[in-house]
């Protein structure tokens, strides 16, 4: 496990180089979206707390990939050496309440599995089906621009980020086929190449010095980037996520998740109060 985790770190360097080189080019500094801040380090602190053998296993618990929670690691024998079958997610609401038989998340394992993950997401899914339209007087898709500047600098973006995953998922590829099993899933903890080469925009606003611009395809939910300018071409200032209760239940002025912004988480960014503590203009619900 300890080799796992030097050789991750040593792979993890390796993407951020790559990645760092794409986000000088499209990402301002302060700008924490995609920015993978502390990851290195992260996996540098991680190591094993207790070690179980069951009759068809080895059990690994370790601080953790993350920092609230624990990992769960289960390996088998391969060889001289072993594998890792599958990682578990601490449940972080028996970390935090205390473990109880009646928790909706982990069902009182105090462990998450990916495949029960999944599996509640495609339920969530099913009860919640996503709606067609959010305000009546926003457009969800086939929004219309007319910047060609503005469009081509997000067209280079897309390219490169792709190119640039390409490249460190194939780093990752090597560091897993060494440590994991064939039948675990690895490629869930790096971006989708096949998601970042989907992502189209879907309206652009602009606004003097700055410029607002939809884009869909690479989640489920869209994205909102808000860039500056600088000098001829463009800086990606920051980015926001659709809020996924409005998306999925209709557009409400009184969300509890973004407060009818329907970008702005209120828990982080104060929702709809932030535009008017900042002096920053909000966008408008009607791009065009």
């Not at 609230?68 to 001289?80: A, D, L």
């Not at 997401?121 to 219309?144: C, K, Q, V, W």
């Not at 300018?229 to 996520?241: A, K, P, R």
Request: proline residues 5%; charged residues 30%.
């Amino acid at each position: 496990m300890s080799d796992c985790f030097q050789e991750r770190t040593t792979a993890l360097k390796r993407q951020l180089e790559i990645h760092r080189v794409y986000r000088r080019r499209f990402y301002d500094d302060k700008c924490d979206h995609f920015s993978r801040r502390g990851t290195v380090e992260l996996s540098e602190t991680e190591k094993v707390l207790e070690v179980s053998p069951t009759e068809t296993e080895i059990v690994v618990v370790t601080t953790g990939d993350h920092p609230n929670h624990r990992s769960r690691y289960h390996v088998t024998p391969s060889g001289q050496s072993w594998l890792i079958q599958e990682v578990d997610t601490e449940c972080l609401h028996c970390r935090t309440s205390g473990p109880s038989d009646d928790c909706v998340e982990c069902g009182g394992i105090g462990w998450l599995r990916w495949e029960d993950r999944a599996e509640r997401l495609a339920l969530h899914e099913r009860h919640f089906p996503r709606t067609t339209s959010l305000n009546p007087g926003e457009p969800l898709r086939d929004g219309r621009f007319h910047n060609p500047a503005i469009e081509q600098f997000m067209t280079d973006n897309f390219k490169e980020r792709t190119e640039a995953l390409k490249k460190e998922a194939e780093i990752h590829a090597e560091h897993c086929k060494r440590f994991y099993g064939p039948e675990c899933d690895w490629s869930r903890w790096i971006p989708s190449v096949q998601k970042s080469e989907a992502e189209r925009i879907s309206n652009v606003k602009l606004l003097e010095v700055k410029a607002y611009v939809i884009t869909d395809g690479f989640d489920a939910l869209r994205w909102r980037y808000r860039l500056r300018q600088t000098g001829q071409s463009w800086l990606i200032q920051e980015v926001d996520t659709e809020c996924p209760f409005c998306e999925r239940q209709g557009w409400k002025a009184n969300c509890i998740w973004c407060g009818g912004t329907i970008w702005e988480h209120k828990k982080f960014n104060g929702g709809s109060e932030r535009s008017e503590q900042s002096g920053e203009e909000p966008f408008p619900e009607n791009p065009s």
